[in-house]
């Protein structure tokens, strides 16, 4: 007892104070709450019920939402740190417990600290490729999402007369004053060093980035190589490789390379938007999906399963639905900015659509499934 009393006399300095913490607790509620919405749109573009058609249009809406999802999380970090130092003697509140309802206020803030900590450290691990944990990223992150969000909700309801003292009231102390600045200057700072992957004009700044929109392949990025995935035959060997349409078609097709490169070419401005928050707008030239499906007497209201040459991994396919085949700018690639993509960028053809997470722009396509 004498113990904690000593420790919680020696937080002392002037910049803390109810304000302060209520300020920082608002920018992270707007903070959180942009997170909380951008995640659920990616999750639910990535993974969507079978009822739901999202469309294709706009066709960066996936790149901005997913941008700010990235790059705010990665600004939150100075501030949740800020929020952490400024409530920090409150945990060493006597006594600790006051009744039944503090216990369960404190769980709820154990409950929405942890949380925050878990998806900003799991977040910035993903977005640097580094798979240290042994459960599922996406699952985990997903969850979390909800738990830390209605962890928020409650801590809000029960912080609301503190918020609303210090809301719209001027912080007065100078230091305080210079304090809050210092903290949205990191914010900010944050933000400049990783927007770059994604606005490619700043891509200079972008030092914090694990990756730059114009290194790679083709002055492209590439997430999984043609030597990872293990695409060998169709490169070696291009006149063994057909692409295939099947399924609720009332003529299948089974094309050569020579074949597709005959057929009526396009040529399109599309983005790659990665889930890990780069993106990068390149020119494609290839055939129309739906030309394609039209060909093979597809039903304008079918499904498509695109299927990549790739044996395993669990990007070598995804679902295409009617807005986006149906889609004059979604393509078979068979060219990016202009040249043959090499087998990194998915040789001989990808898929490459409007409004669409990079994981579903599925490479080294082989089939399209109709059903
Ligand atoms: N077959 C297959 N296609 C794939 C992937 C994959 O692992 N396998 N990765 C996807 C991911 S995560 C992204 S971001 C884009 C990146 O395309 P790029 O490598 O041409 O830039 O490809 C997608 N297409
Ligand atoms: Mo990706």
Not at 38 to 59: A, D, E, M, N, Y
Not at 178 to 195: K, N, S
Not at 210 to 224: C, E, T
Not at 259 to 265: A, S
């Amino acid at each position: 007892m004498i113990f904690i009393q000593t420790l919680s006399a020696r937080f002392t300095s002037r910049l803390r104070s109810e304000q302060v913490s209520a300020r920082l607790g608002m920018w992270l509620g707007i903070s959180f709450t942009l997170a909380f919405a951008t995640g659920l749109f990616s999750h639910f573009t990535q993974h969507p019920p079978t009822w739901l058609l999202w469309p294709s249009r706009p066709v960066n809406l996936y790149r901005v939402t997913q941008g700010l999802h990235v790059i705010g999380g990665i600004a939150t970090v100075p501030l949740l740190l800020a929020k952490l130092w400024a409530v920090y003697p409150k945990l060493w509140q006597w006594p600790p417990l006051r009744s039944a309802g503090h216990a369960a206020e404190r769980l709820f803030v154990l409950l929405l600290v942890a949380g925050a900590l878990f998806q900003l450290v799991t977040g910035l691990m993903n977005i640097a490729y580094d798979y240290a944990w042994p459960f599922g990223f996406i699952q985990a992150h997903y969850w979390t999402a909800f738990i830390v969000y209605g962890a928020l909700v409650v801590h809000v309801v029960n912080e609301w007369a503190k918020l609303r003292r210090h809301l719209w009231t001027r912080v007065q102390d100078p230091d305080r004053r210079r304090f809050l600045y210092a903290i949205a200057a990191a914010c900010g700072v944050a933000a400049l060093v990783t927007v770059g992957e994604t606005v490619a004009p700043l891509d200079r700044l972008a030092v914090l980035a694990p990756r730059n929109p114009r290194i790679g392949s083709q002055g492209v990025p590439v997430n999984r190589s043609a030597l990872a995935a293990g695409i060998t035959e169709a490169i070696s060997d291009p006149g063994s490789y057909r692409l295939v349409v099947m399924g609720a078609v009332r003529t299948p097709l089974s094309l050569t390379y020579a074949d597709l490169v005959r057929l009526p070419q396009h040529t399109v401005s599309l983005p790659i938007s990665c889930v890990e928050g780069w993106s990068v707008e390149c020119e494609w030239t290839g055939i129309r999906l739906r030309d394609l499906i039209a060909q093979a007497g597809g039903s304008p209201e079918a499904f498509l399963t695109v299927e990549s040459l790739e044996q395993s991994g669990y990007y070598r396919s995804s679902e295409v639905r009617p807005p986006h085949w149906n889609d004059p700018l979604t393509l078979l690639a068979l060219k990016i900015n202009g040249r043959t993509l090499d087998a990194d960028h998915g040789y001989p053809v990808r898929l490459i659509a409007p409004n669409r997470p990079g994981v579903m722009q599925t490479k080294w396509v082989t089939r399209v499934r109709v059903s």
